[in-house]
């Protein structure tokens, strides 16, 4: 058997690290399984779903590094929907109710009155087919609600406790009480239908074998095992990760906008600072800055995910999004330099690597070697002192260790005494790389010009 996972993102909006997560946690899944990982776009919400949205998540997924199998999108398979309701419907697992919004609401409100739980009372199964009928012909149409099970007959209006168990891949055995759920509304009175029909129908016919989702889904799972045993189908198995907070505990539902894999794009971070991050936050596994996939499937455990919530902290994504590139070899930076017009090969990437915090930092110091710029002369009297003890070239790494000595001997300057003045002079930094595999690039011409207070 072919293990197959899907990713289903509504296209409302840009993917967010709490849908980053899910995605993550599915592709190592089907990667570390030897499996497939389909992408289906869940669009059934027609007035918020645009294809500029479902092209941005293609966008944001092939940023990340993913590669599915196949697409789907639900607004493609409103015919295979139709003859699953009639199924559903010959079976009568799937009724018609004509109650409005605001009767559905008077009842809640009556059933909280008498302290009773707000479950829909199945009141719809009561009426006869002349009462349905007749409000068909005043031009009510009907919602569609799905009679969860139990051991009565299907026009037994009382319903029965009904366990609906499964052994869920990270939270264990898990239990839904059907008997404690209202019918779930399957079709709404437009005729369109919800995620909770949909879903179920695309997994049968997509094979899906695994789904992975967050804890949120629970209950959800209950319901939906029920549908797939009502048409005759074995539920795949399921996996219900914990969610994320922010660093104060919080849920992050306000913010994800600003959470987006397009905002952090935008700030610069690296693919795979934000996979590395998305995989092992909420983990037995320490979350450090993993340079591959490969790396991270090598990793991968459903058993390693904690059952409390994961905790997202956009200043830890950071720090991990700079440590990746702390440690990036030459040969994995060079056409990204070329393309920022920065040279100096790999010296000067080493150079520089350890002070940056986005690539686009690099630009910085390049600039900083290579064009102009205004030296902050801290005392005049000791730059002037520097530049008569200035080595001649060519320089090497060696030339700092050995200016500075000179420096020392004619200043009597020492420590940060020494060091800091000449940094600012030459870099206008406080801090930076280290000097002596700098002062190489910047040369001779441009330092002496710089220790002078001229703009070079």
């Not at 941005?56 to 003859?83: C, H, M």
């Not at 990204?336 to 790999?346: P, T």
């Amino acid at each position: 058997m072919t293990v197959k996972l899907r990713f289903a993102p509504s296209p409302t909006g840009r993917i967010h690290i709490g849908n980053i997560r899910t995605a993550v946690l599915n592709y190592l899944f089907a990667l570390k399984s030897g499996g497939e990982l389909m992408l289906r776009l869940d669009d059934t919400d027609r007035e918020r779903s645009t294809d500029a949205f479902a092209q941005g998540i293609r966008d944001d997924l092939n940023w990340l590094g993913f590669k599915w199998s196949r697409e789907a999108r639900q607004s493609d398979r409103t015919a295979r929907y139709d003859e699953a309701a009639a199924q559903l419907k010959k079976a009568g697992r799937l009724y018609p109710c004509f109650e409005t919004a605001d009767e559905l609401d008077r009842k809640r409100k009556r059933q909280h009155a008498a302290g009773k739980p707000p479950v829909y009372d199945r009141s719809a199964l009561k009426m006869s087919e002349g009462e349905r009928a007749k409000l068909e012909a005043e031009g009510r149409a009907p919602h569609w609600r799905f009679r969860l099970a139990n051991t009565k007959k299907p026009a037994d209006l009382v319903p029965e406790p009904t366990a609906i168990t499964w052994p869920d891949l990270v939270r264990g055995t898990q239990t839904v009480d059907a008997g404690s759920l209202s019918d779930p509304v399957l079709v709404r009175e437009d005729g369109t239908y919800l995620y909770t029909f949909t879903s179920v129908v695309d997994d049968i016919d997509f094979g899906i074998t695994h789904v992975v989702r967050g804890e949120d889904h629970v209950t959800n799972t209950g319901v939906q095992i029920d549908i797939f045993k009502a048409m005759g189908a074995t539920p795949p198995q399921f996996a219900h990760h914990s969610l994320l907070i922010g660093a104060d505990g919080h849920a992050l539902s306000k913010r994800l906008g600003a959470l987006s894999v397009l905002s952090f794009r935008e700030a610069g971070l690296e693919p795979m600072a934000v996979m590395s991050h998305a995989a092992l936050v909420g983990t037995s596994d320490a979350i450090e800055a993993h340079a591959s996939i490969d790396e991270l499937v090598a990793l991968f455990s459903l058993d390693k995910i904690s059952m409390a919530p994961g905790r997202f902290d956009i200043e830890d994504l950071k720090g991990l999004n700079a440590k990746l590139l702390h440690k990036l070899p030459y040969d994995a930076v060079a056409a990204r330099l070329k393309a920022l017009g920065v040279g100096g090969g790999e010296a000067f990437w080493l150079a520089v690597r350890g002070n940056i915090a986005v690539f686009s930092d690099v630009e910085g110091w390049w600039r900083c070697v290579s064009a102009p710029l205004t030296p902050v002369i801290e005392d005049a009297a000791f730059a002037a002192k520097a530049a008569e003890v200035l080595p001649p070239e060519p320089w090497d790494e060696t030339t700092w260790g050995a200016w500075t000595a000179a420096v020392k001997t004619a200043t009597g300057a020492k420590g940060k005494a020494l060091f800091h003045p000449l940094r600012m002079a030459l870099t206008a930094q406080e801090s930076g790389p280290e000097l002596k595999a700098l002062l190489p690039f910047i040369g001779r011409a441009r330092t002496l010009a710089r220790l002078k207070g001229e703009a070079a």
